[in-house]
């Protein structure tokens, strides 16, 4: 065997705890009682006698064998309180391989050299085997009942609330296990109201499938009529399907003045799930892509990350889920102290693995940059700083060019010169053909990323030393200053909800799944094919009419639009549109077999001719000269069209 598994054998040796002895100790008593008692059983009287001396030369061996054949099937080292099939499976087995060793021993080593016949015999052997498993498994699902009666008593005496689960037996299954085993508290389930049809008149873990969520109305009126009413509602990742009504779950819930609360999946927690809030902006999209946790964990496990902006919506939820797949060190730089602060405050309270270190600094001051990045070493950067807000870098469009543009040109030079393996950009969609500000800026950056990835793939064609690639998305919800928070806001202080336009339509999705797809992006730009593709976009699903986004947030929230909460029209903000756009017409796209995301191929300048744009550009910033930066942005992207005045006078 190789050595790496003797390591890992004394290593798990080393790990061993009195508990573990006892569990030891308790499966040799046991061998030996069913050893003992299968002798008994078939052997009666003067037989039984005559056989003792010889078996009890035998057993000392054999017990000791069987310690270590428990220990093998890892026996010895599972927790009593969380057996399951698995280790009545492994119980199983164990009993097989003993009763395969008395067998050896019997018709090979005793009945032909020793005692002349078999001193055994297949009955005892037989008799022996049912035995070893009532034993080894009967005192371990006892112990695992009675540890599962007292956290179900205990969660009685401590006034639990009455809970109803919405959703699939499966995922209802993920809640009474947590329940059961402590993992959530001071909720008692009364029965679970599931989607599925195959599911309903059946019983999850001894609780009872009370019908289908159309009958949620008349169970919550018979809980009452009982005197039993329910208090609280759980919806489980299955209950925000389209099909299973999560908007009317919610609007009879909150007009019943009843608590809801959301059960996330493990997939998307990788970890125990926590109850939280049921946000309007569960309910708002599409169901999101398929994302192969997998490919995330291979990608980020043990490595070093280092995220820009990591305090802002984008870059926290970066941070969390980097950390959630498992990287060893993870670099938070931010130029908000209060956001930084926030968010290693919440990582490190999670008790992580993960070594975190967060730093203040500005992308835009070079050195810095590029003295972090040299003492950190990251292995992969994910660039989210930036300034996003249109209707703002409209009026200040020269702190635009200098945090986005140059402060992206100095986090990708400095990643470089650390030997990072790749630096992850987060664009926008307002980067295809741009008509703002913040979709030029982007597009100009995405532009130095895509000719830096080129030179470097033409310096060394099997492997570059860093991959640069740039990430487009839409509008994520409840990200900072976004529509949602906003309406949310709008509709607490009792209106009006402000929409510029009637015919607004924009792209949405969870800050969750953009960023687990960002990561996606990444993991494919690190493999050997495609290296000629720097440029991702990611799907978007169906644009959302921002009016009816605002009519569906009213109403979820037990108001009647233009009723309750009137909707007004402001009318258009400089460098807005009525539809963003995915790809450009010039952009050929390309699939790339992954699931949510497509490549483009946008025009491409040469990395000398883009240097000697930023250079002139950085010399007209400094001067204000705006006929100089008006040259420069009509010359680097030609489909820009601005619509504001600042830059065009």
Known sequence: MPPAYFEHSINSLRRLTWRNLLIAVHDAVVTTIAVLASFYLRFEGQEFLVRIPLLFLILPCFVAFSVVVCYVFNLTTTKWRFVSLPDVLNILLVATVLTLTLLVIDYIFLAPNIYGSFFLGKTTMLIYWFLEVAFLSGSRLAYRYFRYSRTLNRARALDAVPTLLIGRAADAEIFLRAVESGAVKHLWPVGVLSPSRADRGQTIRGMPVLGGIDDLN??????????????????????????????????????????????????????????????????????????????????????????????????????????????????????????????????????????????????????????????????????????????????????????NIFGSMNVADAALAAGAEAMVMISTDKAIEPVSMLGLTKRFAEMYCQGLDRELAAQVKEKPPMRLISVRFGNVLASNGSVVPKFKAQIEAGGPVTVTHPDMVRYFMTIREACDLVITAASYALTPARRDVSVFVLNMGQPVKIVDLAVRMIRLSGLEPYHDIDIIFTGMRPGERLNEILFAKEEPTIEIGLSGILAAKPNEFPLEMLRRWIATLAEAIANEDKAAIRSILKHAVPEFRSNTISISD
């Open 218 to 403: 008349e169970i919550l009126n018979e809980f009452i009529k009982h005197q039993k009413p329910v208090e609280r509602i759980v919806m489980t990742p299955s209950a925000f399907e389209p099909d299973s009504q999560p908007d009317s779950v919610l609007m009879l819930s909150r007009r019943l003045g009843l608590i809801v609360s959301r059960l996330p999946s493990l997939e998307e927690s990788r970890e125990m799930p926590q109850l939280a809030p049921v946000a309007v902006e569960d309910l708002l999209l599409r169901p999101s892509e398929t994302i192969d946790y997998n490919r995330l964990e291979t990608l980020v496990r043990n490595k070093s990350i280092a995220v820009t902006g990591g305090g802002g919506s984008i870059g926290s939820e970066l941070c969390n889920r980097v950390v959630a797949f498992g990287a060893s060190r993870l670099l938070i730089i931010e130029n908000s102290e209060p956001a930084l602060y926030a968010i290693s405050e919440s990582l490190t309270s999670k008790n992580r693995i993960a070594v975190i270190e967060g730093r203040i600094a500005d992308i835009r001051d070079r050195d810095r940059m590029l003295r972090l990045m040299e003492e950190f070493k990251p292995d992969i950067v994910f660039h989210a700083a930036a300034l996003k807000h249109v209707p703002i870098l409209e009026r200040d469009w020269s702190e635009g060019v200098k945090t």
